[in-house]
């Protein structure tokens, strides 16, 4: 009987890890916008995401990053803003965890150089797959 117990709570908890770490493959659109006018093209983003650990990576996982929020339908990787004398910026980086719709907007002006000032639109889909962990790094200290 403890046995089968230590069986089923195992299966249960790698399952719910298995939930709670995967990759996801995004491909979709992007618009960019600037001074000189509007480039549109396409973009394919490999994330990995950890929800226990509260991180993810993205690509070639150079780097990893705090996840901004996560609720019941929907994965904010980032957000920030910026308003001030010299810059105003946004942005947005939200997956829909019902229907993979993927969304991101950045946005920056500088006031007084509307010639500097540059949107970023991403709208696409994510498919989910086996999570391809985080690497290890190496390092001096």
Not at 25 to 53: H, M, N, W
Not at 59 to 74: G, M, N, W, Y
Not at 114 to 137: D, H, N, Q, Y
Request: hydrophobic letters at 35%; one cysteine or more.
């Amino acid at each position: 009987m403890k046995l089968e117990f230590a069986v089923l709570a195992l299966f249960c908890s790698t399952e719910a890890l298995a939930a709670d770490q995967f990759d996801l493959l995004c491909t979709g659109t992007e618009v960019i916008t600037t001074f000189d006018g509007e480039e549109q093209g396409g973009y394919s983003k490999r994330y990995r995401i950890d929800l226990v650990a509260s991180q993810w990576c993205e690509d070639e996982c150079k780097r990893l990053h705090p996840i901004k929020a996560v609720q019941p339908t929907s994965i904010t990787l980032d957000e920030k803003s910026q308003d001030g004398p010299s810059e105003n910026s946004i942005l947005l980086d939200v997956i829909n965890r019902q229907t993979g719709v993927h969304r991101v907007i950045s946005q920056a002006t500088y006031p007084g150089f509307p010639a500097l000032g540059v949107s970023i639109k991403r709208t696409g889909m994510c498919e989910p797959a086996p999570f391809s962990g985080f690497p290890s790094f190496d390092t001096k200290f």
